[in-house]
């Protein structure tokens, strides 16, 4: 079994920066897909960021490209998320989701095998 946990998020004045992490456990982590998603209050749980398993391609949702990057050290077995520029609309729990080798529709959460417990990320304004 792989097991995400996620580290980083706290409170943050809007325009400040954070940077979450992920840390996966399991014999074999390179091969994963991962992605970060995001829960609002009240909300369903939105897609935020992917990156491929071999590390090359990388994708956005619209409300965070330009201001958000995602990366991975798969010789630490971690994926981060660098956020800038944040905004009080970016509050929401953070999670870590993971899933075994490619993955097509990378904005569908339903097609990640394995989750984290998610970090509460505050944007003040």
């Known amino acids: 079994q792989v097991q995400l946990v996620e580290s980083g998020g706290g409170l943050v004045q809007a325009g400040g920066s954070l940077r979450l992490s992920c840390a996966a456990s399991?014999?074999?982590?390179?091969?994963?897909?991962m992605g970060w998603f995001r829960q609002a209050p009240g909300k369903e749980r939105e897609f935020v960021a992917h990156?491929?398993?071999?590390?090359?391609?990388?994708y956005y949702a619209d409300s965070v490209k330009g201001r958000f990057t995602i990366s991975r050290d798969n010789a630490k077995n971690t994926v981060d998320l660098q956020m800038n520029s944040l905004r009080p609309e970016d509050t929401a729990v953070y999670y870590c989701?993971?899933?075994?080798?490619?993955?097509?529709?990378?904005?569908?959460?339903?097609?990640?095998?394995?989750w984290g417990q998610g970090t509460q990320v505050t944007v003040s304004s």
């Open positions: 989701a993971a899933r075994f080798g490619t993955i097509t529709t990378y904005s569908n959460r339903y097609e990640y095998t394995y």
């Open positions: 990156i491929s398993w071999t590390g090359f391609i990388t």
């Open positions: 399991g014999r074999t982590f390179s091969n994963y897909a």
